[in-house]
């Protein structure tokens, strides 16, 4: 059974930072391409990052791009989000997805994802 756990979700305020965390389990880790997606309330989930199978490329959505990385740990099969410089429009549920196919910023590739975490960003 494959399980996706997020963490690290929160509130702060504007220009803070948050890091998520998302512990997979129940799958070959370092056989899938990784990303995050968010929801913000009354929208449709957007794409937030994506990161290949070993590591090696990343992709990032035009509105996180310079304040967001995306990384991940094939040891401990758990892939991280550090957000900074936040804004109040970051603000949403974020969701870790995996896929067993390569890096995609189509969030409908995505076969598996987590619970989500709540990030809230006050201005």
């Known amino acids: 059974q494959v399980q996706l756990v997020e963490s690290g979700g929160g509130l702060v305020q504007a220009g803070g930072s948050l890091r998520l965390s998302c512990a997979a389990s129940?799958?070959?880790?370092?056989?899938?391409?990784m990303g995050w997606v968010r929801q913000a309330p009354g929208k449709e989930r957007e794409f937030v990052a994506a990161?290949?199978?070993?590591?090696?490329?990343?992709f990032y959505a035009d509105s996180v791009k310079g304040r967001f990385t995306i990384s991940r740990d094939n040891a401990k099969n758990t892939v991280y989000l550090q957000m900074n410089s936040l804004k109040p429009e970051d603000t949403a549920v974020y969701y870790c997805?995996?896929?067993?196919?390569?890096?995609?910023?189509?969030?409908?590739?995505?076969?598996?994802w987590g619970q989500g975490t709540q990030v809230t960003v006050s201005s």
């Open positions: 997805a995996a896929t067993r196919g390569v890096l995609t910023t189509t969030t409908t590739a995505y076969g598996y």
């Open positions: 129940g799958l070959t880790f370092s056989s899938c391409a």
């Open positions: 990161i290949s199978r070993l590591g090696y490329s990343t």
